[in-house]
């Protein structure tokens, strides 16, 4: 699908004026875009009659019409950064548990890459926990989150999870954007490019980050960044403690009136410019100048916790609203979801647990059970589930191994849970081996999981991509990628 990144401005920006400067292939450019668009000219002709049903930071999308039946209109991606240990909470490995404080099997790591395990003397470490088997489904769940345990018959657990990067950075930047190479859009910002957002007051993608006790892995805005695409596609981080977005207040001295009339004729002297030439930060500025004054009004509204009942804030956890918390951003997820925001991830910086992973893993565990459970309970009462897919996992896993106290980096087998949005709960799908080492069964590789997700959007993978260097680059790149319709309603 190679289209420019804005192909209403690129249908208006064929004015007269460009034509003339260009003559030499003006004729040949008019000619090739009634050919690829025949509503051209009756879009030019709208425009010329002063159409403002949308606003210039309104974007529809590529994907018109939908390639697939769409099940998905939002995402909630709920990011344990650092990489949670699978064998404390998903992935129930009694052989390994037999196995504890004994050499691991060399049989299974032989010419492997290991992280920080290299050369190492490798100990089976088994899980410090208990599992125990709930809901309807019989789904086996850590007793570190009887919560999400709560919530068994409505989730899908992918036990077979494989990437291809050890590294954290590397392995978030592949997790968010298929690629390890810097520049590259993240998923959020391909679902904004493909169609759009649904609401104009508020960002289509909003990130929040929050920190637990220990195991706090640091997260780069690269991960949420539009790449190559418009910089109007990227996602914008939201602070979690005070105001929600910086600036967002007018200053003393500069009222309503004046603020509109500045914001006016720098849109009018951005607006001779597009016209002159077709840049699509130029129509970016333009939009971003309009969302940010329109978010004046909704982001207060957005961030003001007063109408949620006691009952909902002590559902999530939520001591002191706003606290930067995760319980606090699980319920701002919420309240973005319900506003039309597209995609919202939050990352949690406590899963890195090299060491003590018994202290650490407890506490972050604690950080998150209650308010992920009551994210999915929540949006369930308000009938908001059917169509918010909601994800719940890290970059990578944790090695069967032991690293003194914690474990290691792994990339062969780990665990996450999805819900919503039109994937089927109750199940396990996939497995590792005996010990956890390796998935075994039904492997699921990141770009299966993008392809996934964008499949739950009405996306075709291999139809949504964007002309860089030549190349027609996608979210899934160029190696196999499949939709896991095992998990799917």
């Known amino acids: 699908m190679n289209q420019p990144s804005d192909l209403d401005a690129w249908r208006t920006n064929l004015q007269r004026r460009v034509f003339l400067r260009n003559s030499a292939y003006g004729l040949g450019s008019l000619a090739l875009a009634g050919l690829l668009d025949p509503k051209l000219f009756r879009s030019t002709a709208r425009a010329a009659g002063g159409d403002a049903s949308r606003s210039e930071a309104s974007w529809r999308g590529v994907v018109r019409p939908a390639h697939l039946p769409i099940k998905a209109k939002r995402v909630i991606h709920l990011c344990m950064a650092g990489g949670p240990s699978q064998f404390e909470s998903l992935d129930y490995k009694p052989r390994l548990k037999e196995l504890d404080g004994r050499p691991f099997p060399e049989s ?82 391909w679902l904004l490019y493909g169609l759009g957002s649904e609401t104009d007051e508020l960002p289509g993608f909003v990130v929040l980050t929050s920190a637990g006790a220990t195991g706090l892995q640091p997260v780069s805005a690269r991960q949420w960044s539009a790449g190559f695409l418009p910089s109007k596609f990227q996602g914008i981080q939201f602070q979690s403690k005070g105001d929600a977005v910086h600036y967002i207040s007018n200053p ?102 090299h060491g003590d992973i018994q202290r650490g893993m407890t506490l972050a565990a604690r950080d998150v059970d209650q308010p992920c459970a009551a994210l999915v309970k929540d949006l369930e009462q308000r009938g908001l589930l059917d169509d918010t897919l909601v994800i719940w996992g890290g970059e990578f896993g944790r090695t069967p191994m032991g690293q003194g106290t914690g474990r290691d980096h792994h990339i062969l087998g780990f665990s996450l849970w999805m819900a919503g949005g039109g994937v089927k709960g109750g199940i396990t799908y996939g497995a590792t081996d005996e010990l956890g080492y390796k998935a075994v069964e039904n492997v699921v590789h990141v770009r299966d999981l993008h392809a996934t997700i964008l499949a739950l959007f009405g996306i075709d993978h291999a139809r949504l991509s964007y002309k860089f260097q030549g190349l027609d680059v996608r979210l899934t790149g160029v190696e196999p990628a499949r939709v896991v319709r095992e998990i799917l309603i």
């Open 252 to 353: 003393p001295g500069v009222d309503l009136e004046t603020q509109r009339g500045t914001i006016a004729e720098i849109n009018r002297l951005n607006g001779i410019l597009a016209g002159d030439r077709l840049d699509p930060e130029i129509q970016t500025r333009i939009a971003q100048y309009e969302l940010a004054s329109r978010m004046q009004a909704s982001v207060p509204e957005l961030t003001d916790f007063a109408s949620e009942p006691r009952s909902v804030l002590d559902s999530y956890g939520v001591t002191n609203p706003g606290d930067g918390s995760f319980a606090s951003n699980c319920l701002m997820a919420r309240r973005l979801a319900e506003r039309g925001v597209r995609m919202i991830q939050l990352y949690h910086r406590a899963w890195d647990h």
């Open 108 to 189: 299974f790591t032989r010419g492997q890459q290991l992280a920080q395990l290299q050369n190492k003397t490798l100990i089976a470490r088994g899980p410090f926990c208990g599992f125990q088997k709930h809901g309807e489904s019989g789904q086996e769940i850590s007793d570190l989150f009887p919560n999400i345990a709560s919530i068994a018959d409505k989730i899908a657990i992918v036990r077979s999870m494989t990437t291809e990067q050890i590294n954290h950075d590397p392995a978030h930047a592949f997790m968010n954007s298929g690629s390890i190479i810097k520049g590259r859009p993240s998923m959020g910002s």
